[in-house]
Structures are given as C-alpha cells and as structure tokens.
C-alpha cells in the first residue's frame, strides 16, 4: 500500500507539473524561466528520447522500452512484497517516475522536460563544451530511487527482521557460543560416563 501511495505521489506532482510547465512555457511562448540565474531555469522541452534526452530510438522503441521497464519494475515489486520500508520507497519512486513518462509517450509520443540545470559551459578537453540535463519530476524521482538504491543495497534488500529475531550479533554469539559450551560439556560427561 505505501508504494502504491508514494507512485501516486510521484505520478501526481509529474504530470501536475508538466501541465504547468506547457501552460507557462510553451503556450505562452516565453520558453524559458530563469529561476536562480542562469544555473536553474525551466525550460521546456519535448523529449522523444530517454531520460535526460538519451536517444535509444523511435518514439515506438522508446514506449515499448518504458513499458517493458515498468512491467518489469511491476513484476519485481510482485515478487519482493515482504521487503522492508527502503525497498518500497525505492521501488515506489522508480515506478512512480516510469508511470510518469509513460503517460507522455502514450499520450503525447514524448516526455516533457522543463527543469534546466546549466551545469557546466565552457572548454573540456580542448572543445567547446556545454553539460545542461533537462529532465523533468519522473526523471528525478527515478534517479533519486536508483541512487539510493546504489547506496543503500544492503539495507534495501535485506527483509525486516520481526522484534524477537533482531538481536545484536553481540547477544547472539554469546547465546550460541553458550549453547556450544553446554553442548561440549554434556558430549564430555557423556564420553567420561562410558569409560
């Protein structure tokens, strides 16, 4: 149920924002909305490609690789329904995103893209180089998912474990090496009585 509201979420604040984003932008004709000097504007842009304007294809590969990736991300949260919390706002994130993009290639045949970082302008291995994603709120909602994901793995993917079973690995040793000192004493009791 939580990651079904956190793709809601996402899914909502995407497709909410692109709407203003074509609204503002692209209706209106301005284009383009400085919003901390030239390093964050909105932009907007239609993005036939991946995220952050990756080119794989056609418009039809694309949309079938989006769908692919969404069942598949469908089909993994399926099988993983016991996982902890970091699994489920990892996975509700990234399918939240490709819910997102998935409704503009279906409905439009591309992405909306508006949000403008202008990273980087100027000489990069002696060429001329300008670095600026434009992407939109599903590309971050899958890039934060996949990067938490990458940094967070182990804890993701490990299953809570109930109360009684999560003990310090401390409290555990010296349980069983308790257990192993009972047990070797009594095999040596036993072993001395047969003499």
Known sequence: MQIFLIVALVVALDQSTKLLAKKHLFETGVGQIPVIADW?????????GIAFGIRIGG????????????????YYLYR?????????LVIGL???????NLIDRVAYGQVIDFIHFDLYNGY?????????????????????GVGVM?????????PDLPPAL?????????????????SAANH????????
């Open 166 to 182: 999560a003990t310090s690995d401390a409290a555990t040793g010296t349980v069983n090496d308790a257990a192993d000192e009972s």
């Open 40 to 48: 964050l504007k909105f932009t907007y842009t239609e993005n036939p």
């Open 59 to 74: 418009p039809v590969v694309v949309t079938i690789f989006s769908l692919v990736a969404t069942i598949g991300i469908c």
């Open 80 to 88: 993983t329904q016991q996982k902890n919390i970091y699994s489920r």
């Open 150 to 158: 990458l940094v967070w793995y182990k804890r993701i993917f490990e």
């Open 124 to 144: 990069l291995f002696g060429r001329y180089t300008s670095i600026f994603p434009i992407f939109n709120v599903a590309d971050a909602a899958i890039t934060t």
């Open 94 to 100: 990234i399918l939240g995103g490709a819910v997102g």
């Open 188 to 195: 040596d009791a036993d072993t001395n009585h047969r003499k």
